[in-house]
């Protein structure tokens, strides 16, 4: 199933908004809630990398790693590689932003794994680590037969978007439920701060809908070699 549109315009706007996202989330952690510290009497500052690592390493990073097949005019082998590569730091950030939300949490005593969204986004980073696990081991080293390769790149394209969308969504959840408990405890409601939040939500959903656009149309160069595969 493909769109008949070329994805070089999806990948184009993915690229703003995926720009706006990574300034957006750094000038509100930096600015507005006072910076990052993996150690800190001020505990908030262990959680403020949380939000910094989930949306720039598991969302954006992770979304181009998704769009490395149709925004690259490389050999598949290479984009293959490019692809992985850009999943660990996807994964590795993930772990480490989701660690960090932990250590917070522990260092200030507030009970763990208590909201909707810490629950979805255990499930998120496990099946992230499946996929990347069943994608390295069968795609890439020592890789499965032909057959099974074939046979399981539909699923593994299909089962990588709802992944990725629930990532994007998770992070949604993520900014509301940060944003409501800072409200809670008196920010402006009609603050810039609130309205820096809930655009970055904005922004991200937005990145997430032109990631899957750009997987569902048509790729920017066919090179010669897939273009003969596909007329088969
Ligand atoms: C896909 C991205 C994300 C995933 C997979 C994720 C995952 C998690 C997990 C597993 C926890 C639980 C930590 C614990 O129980 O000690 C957590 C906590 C938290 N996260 Fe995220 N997160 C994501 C993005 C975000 C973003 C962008 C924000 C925005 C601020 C955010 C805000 C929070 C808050 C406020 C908590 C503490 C309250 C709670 O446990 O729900 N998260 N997150
Ligand atoms: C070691 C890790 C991985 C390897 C080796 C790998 C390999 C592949 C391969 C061979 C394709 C097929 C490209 C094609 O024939 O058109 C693909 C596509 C795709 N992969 Fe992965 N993958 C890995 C991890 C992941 C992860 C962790 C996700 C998401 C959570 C993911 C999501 C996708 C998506 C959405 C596509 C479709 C891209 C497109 O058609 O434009 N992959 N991957």
Redesign the pocket.
């Known amino acids: 199933m493909a769109i008949g549109v070329n994805s070089l315009g999806f990948i184009a706007v993915a690229q703003v908004l995926a720009l706006a996202g990574v300034v957006m989330v750094l000038v509100w952690c930096i600015h507005f809630m006072g910076g990052l510290a993996w150690e800190a009497t001020d505990k908030s500052l262990i959680f403020n990398i ?2 910094v690592l ?2 720039i390493g ?2 954006i990073i992770g979304g181009e790693a998704i769009m490395t097949y149709k925004a690259l005019p490389l050999k598949k082998e290479l984009k293959k590689v490019i692809h992985m590569v850009l999943h660990a730091i996807a994964l590795v950030l ?1 772990i480490i ?2 660690y960090a ?2 250590k917070y ?1 522990n260092e200030s005593s507030i009970a ?4 909707l ?2 629950w979805l ?2 499930g ?2 496990t099946l992230y680590g499946i996929q990347w696990i069943y994608g390295f081991l069968i795609f890439l080293f020592p890789g499965g037969s032909s057959a099974v390769r074939s046979e399981t790149v539909p699923w593994h394209i299909v089962l990588g978007l709802i992944i990725f969308s629930l ?1 994007v969504g ?2 949604a959840i ?2 509301l ?2 944003l409501t ?1 800072l409200e809670s405890a008196s920010l402006a409601k009609f603050g810039a701060e609130a309205y820096l939040v809930n655009f970055t939500a904005v922004v991200t959903v937005l990145y997430g809908v032109f990631v899957v656009f750009s997987v569902l149309s048509q790729p920017v160069v066919v090179r010669e070699e897939e273009a003969a595969y596909t007329a088969l």
Do not use: D, R
């Open positions: 949380h939000p989930m949306l598991l969302v993930g932003g989701i939300a932990f949490h763990n794994l208590y909201s969204h810490s986004g255990i998120i980073i990532a998770n992070a993520g900014l439920e940060k408990f």
